[in-house]
């Protein structure tokens, strides 16, 4: 592909952004790390209290996009089979013969949108897992591939609240990102009131379809990532697990660290955030930026970090500022 076609693909995504900006006013840094997560072809959790437009975002950034689309409302009462399907009993009317069918469940699109994810329980939760890792889905001993690409972009309700379940820690692996929605500025707010309490209403544009998704995530992984910087980022996923840290704050307050997905995910996301600006080589400051939403689901604090107020934010941060970096300036 040339340097044409390659620009030509990632200005879709700048179309994509301004879409997505004639409904949800600011967000600016989510919608990038949505995107991130789908050019780097993974899954994406947003936590955020009710009412910070998570659903919405989601829902606008698929109308953006000319993919299958479906949402399930995650409830204490759903079962796996409304999200993965089931076996149904048919006639062969020609023949009278009975005969059971699977009928596809939600799961079978291109972008699920599991809404509030924990405020069911684990056993429909972990539905989700063999999809979200194997893109396909096993039942009566027969396999079925979803659509390309595939997405899950979930949101979730934050677990201090009644009615929420916490996800397990082998299911929040599986996301590439975790985001969380903080509340609008004054001035996002005010114009948030503007634009939906008036007779007027935005008509979206689709400016992607499913090949061009694939073909910029196979971009993705063409962008170029130096040995140091590799090495940088095993350093910092190594510094967050107690066993092997020498980080005093990591020693005190986290139970265990992150796994090497994490640092594969680092360098994927670090490379998409690269394309996303235009650039074919990835630099320290991609990987500062993608940090936080990847490694704050994976590091599991301790009590002692409750007590004491310490977020898995703050570990991180410290983290950041405190592993040796690669002492060129090229990076």
């Known amino acids: 592909m040339n340097d044409e076609k390659i620009q030509s693909k990632i200005s879709k995504l700048s179309d994509v952004k301004k879409e997505i900006g004639k409904v949800i006013v600011g967000q600016e840094k989510i919608i990038e790390e949505l995107l991130i997560s789908i050019l780097a072809g993974g899954h994406c959790?947003?936590?955020?209290?009710?009412?910070?437009?998570k659903t919405l975002l989601?829902?606008?950034?698929?109308k953006t996009m000319?993919?299958?689309?479906?949402?399930?409302?995650?409830?204490?009462?759903?079962?796996?089979?409304?999200?993965?399907?089931?076996?149904?009993?048919?006639?062969d009317h020609s023949s009278g013969k009975r005969f059971f069918k699977f009928q596809r469940g939600p799961v079978f699109t291109n972008i699920?949108?599991?809404?509030?994810?924990?405020?069911?329980?684990?056993?429909?939760?972990?539905?989700?897992?063999?999809?979200?890792q194997e893109k396909s889905v096993s039942?009566?001993?027969?396999t079925y591939e979803l659509p390309k690409p595939f997405f899950v972009l979930a949101t979730q309700n934050p677990?201090?609240?009644s009615g929420t379940y916490p996800l397990p820690e082998a299911q929040l692996d599986r996301f590439l990102m975790f985001i969380r929605v903080d509340y609008p500025t004054e001035r996002e707010e005010i114009e948030i009131l503007n634009r939906t309490t008036g007779n007027t209403s935005e008509e979206l544009s689709t400016t992607m379809n499913s090949d061009d998704i694939i073909e910029l995530q196979n971009l993705v992984r063409e962008v170029e990532i130096s040995e140091p910087l590799v090495a940088y980022i095993t350093r910092l996923v190594r510094q967050t697990r107690p066993q092997d840290s020498n980080a005093k704050i990591v020693e005190q307050y986290v139970r265990w660290g992150a796994g090497p997905r994490a640092g594969q995910a680092l360098v994927l996301c670090a490379k998409?955030?690269?394309?996303l600006s235009g650039n074919y080589s990835v630099t320290l400051n991609e990987i500062a930026a993608v940090t936080p939403s990847i490694l704050r689901h994976r590091i599991l604090l301790n009590f002692q970090a409750e007590v004491d107020g310490i977020t898995t934010d703050k570990v991180i941060a410290e983290l950041l500022s405190n592993t040796e970096k690669p002492k060129s300036k090229l990076f």
């Open 139 to 142: 039942y009566a001993g027969e």
């Open 112 to 132: 699920l949108l599991a809404d509030e994810i924990n405020r069911t329980p684990p056993k429909t939760q972990a539905a989700l897992l063999e999809a979200m």
């Open 45 to 53: 959790l947003l936590e955020g209290v009710p009412g910070l437009a």
């Open 58 to 62: 989601v829902s606008t950034l698929s």
């Open 66 to 91: 000319e993919l299958g689309f479906r949402r399930v409302q995650f409830t204490p009462d759903l079962m796996p089979s409304d999200i993965v399907g089931t076996e149904i009993l048919e006639e």
């Open 159 to 161: 677990v201090e609240q």
């Open 272 to 275: 998409a955030k690269a394309l």
